[in-house]
């Protein structure tokens, strides 16, 4: 019980893990080949990378590669425990038959062996054969990928698609793994006084790498989708068509801040040709360093937050059938639009007795019908929750304006959100219901998630409310802690799944879940940058970043406050 209602949450999980491992660990190499230069390295020509920048770039290549390879020997012995627990047995031999197995085995292994050889390649960062047996390895493992996704299953054109999903996937791995490359840069220039030299001509060098795999990552996109999804209503009815949908607008975020780190490495480049001596330092008649410079590693963390996010979403897709295989299921362009249009909040809970009732009701009737006392409960719940983060994005709102310090005690709403959620979110189970705590947890996947909920609550209010307390007069790590919960929160919310199964109803209410997810991805967004932005001297545009997030906030509260369980 306990796997059976966890498997498709830590598949999820772990099927992102598995493609962040995998950009870090591709990446890792085309970053030494195209920006590092390696080759010249080896050759000793001019304007080659310092030798620590492949050092590093070795080293986050291993742990990439020591995370694919963990991600993926988790999933196969997870899907290897569930099918125990199905069936009372595990037919080992047909079990380790199939091609998720077969595939995912020998993409475990080779991601070892990259790991093996990532730690060859840093005791000899220069040495070019290294680099390429990395390379090889490398394409072997984007190879063996190809058997693990939908297209393995298609009846047309499964070859066709299953290149266009590994170009797809590589496109994505290069670039991410830049902009992996480059966070690890800039940080350790901050201890290096040669790679913070070499960082702005890093910038410079990726930003048509960046630019060419953004090109290919949307070409094998769109093919894919117009195969995957068949019409415009299975891209706005179907779980798998929103999937999609959240992934274009993640992206269409990232490319903003791509677009600033591009302007910005261009004007440095011009600056450096200016100055005739490689941007070290002004000479006389030149031009001034690009201010916009200093804020580029602040955007790029940005952009890792968009990414990663993008990713968990990707691997989220291969846990839904494709839209254009459930055309019986697909949900009406107006139903969806239902679920986010204004309405008046429930304020009247029905009684814990009359929902209990109603749940013993509901699990005798095929196809899960709700009760009117759960449908009532799950609105109230939502409704509420709804005004708490409304009164608090207001308030939020308020402190940004002169004498009104007042309403930064705004986090408090989380807290208090936290105890409603504790009692209320899933009224079956613990403290409330009769089901124990440790079998509710761990026995439904959906309970567990609610769980996470309310403890990163918690987390949320008792955090922020001491960050926002000290202002500017602390300046250490929990800082940062609101905007890492709500990144994982949003990446909880962008996972969540109410079943295994694709019913209208339940992808009605994941349309919900997903919008809110990436609203909290941007409130991640927006917290982290307006913080980085106050610490590198850029007052306006860390209040418009704050402002960002904080109106996010105000959004999920208007999309909850708007929830009703659908009838259909």
């Known amino acids: 019980m306990f796997l059976q209602g966890i498997a498709n949450f830590i598949d999820d999980l772990m099927g992102g893990f598995q493609l962040v491992g995998l950009a870090m660990l591709v990446g890792g190499i085309v970053w030494a080949l195209s920006v590092l230069r390696v080759a010249a390295s080896d ?21 990439g590669a020591l995370l694919l390879a963990a991600a993926q020997a988790l999933k196969i012995v997870t899907k290897g425990l569930v099918l125990a627990a199905t069936l009372g047995t595990l037919p080992l031999a047909d079990y380790a038959s199939t091609v998720q197995v077969e595939a995912g085995g020998l993409r475990l292994l080779l991601a070892l062996a990259a790991a093996i050889v990532a730690g060859w390649i840093a005791a000899a960062p220069q040495s070019l054969p290294r680099w390429r047996i990395g390379s090889a390895i490398a394409a072997a493992v984007v190879i ?29 791995a290069v670039w991410v793994g830049g902009v992996v490359q480059l966070l690890a840069l800039w940080r350790a220039g901050r201890r290096d006084a040669a790679l913070r030299e070499f960082w ?30 068949g019409s415009w209503q299975g891209l706005f009815g179907t779980g798998y068509g929103s999937l999609v949908a959240a992934k274009v607008v993640l992206l269409a975020v990232t490319l903003a801040f791509a677009a600033l ?28 360093p690009p201010a916009a410079l ?34 019986q299921a697909s949900a009406q362009f107006h139903e969806v639009l239902g679920m986010f249009a204004p309405k008046l909040p429930s304020l009247v809970t029905p009684s814990h007795a009359n929902l209990l009732a109603g749940e013993a009701e509901r699990l005798a009737i095929v196809g899960r019908v709700a ?5 009532d409960w799950s609105d109230y719940n939502h409704n509420i929750a709804g005004l708490f983060l409304v009164g608090m994005g207001a308030f939020a709102l308020l402190s940004y304006l002169p004498r009104m310090a007042w309403a930064r005690y705004w986090p408090l709403g989380f807290v208090m959100l936290g105890v409603f959620l504790f009692f209320r979110s899933d009224a079956e189970t613990w403290p409330l219901g009769p089901i124990g705590f440790w079998a509710s947890t761990f026995g439904n996947g959906e309970v567990l998630q609610h769980r996470l909920a309310t403890l990163l609550c918690f987390g949320l209010g008792v955090v922020e409310l001491r960050v926002r307390k000290a202002g500017r007069r602390e300046s250490s790590d929990p800082r940062y802690a609101f905007a890492v919960l709500c990144a994982l929160g949003g990446l909880l919310l962008i996972t969540h799944a109410h079943t295994p199964f694709e019913l209208k109803t339940d992808y009605l209410i994941q349309s919900t879940h997903l919008v809110m997810g990436l609203l909290a991805t941007l409130m991640a967004v927006g917290r982290w940058l307006e913080l980085r932005l106050a610490e590198g001297h850029s007052p306006g545009w860390s209040r418009a970043a704050g402002l960002l997030s904080v109106s996010a906030m105000l959004c999920i509260g208007l999309v909850l406050v708007f929830y009703k369980e659908p009838l259909v």
């Open 43 to 63: 050759g000793g020509a001019p304007r080659s990378a310092p030798t620590g920048t492949l050092s590093l770039a070795a080293r986050v290549l291993r742990w």
């Open 144 to 172: 063996s990928g190809g058997w693990l996704v939908h297209a393995v299953g298609r009846f047309e054109d499964r070859a066709l698609l299953m290149q266009l999903t590994v170009v797809h996937q590589l496109a994505a």
């Open 200 to 229: 702005p001509e890093a910038v410079a060098r990726f930003s048509p790498v960046g630019m060419a795999c953004v090109v290919l990552l949307v070409v094998t996109g769109v093919v894919l989708a117009n195969d995957y999804l």
């Open 261 to 288: 780190n591009f302007s910005a490495g261009r004007a440095w480049r011009r600056y450096r040709d200016n100055s005739g001596n490689s941007g070290k330092r002004q000479q006389p008649g030149g031009s001034a």
């Open 294 to 327: 200093a804020r580029v590693p602040f955007y790029i963390e940005a952009e890792t937050f968009l990414l990663v996010a993008v990713l968990f979403v990707a691997a989220s897709l291969s846990s839904l059938p494709p839209a254009i295989d459930i055309p």
């Open 371 to 375: 009760s009117e006392a759960a449908t």
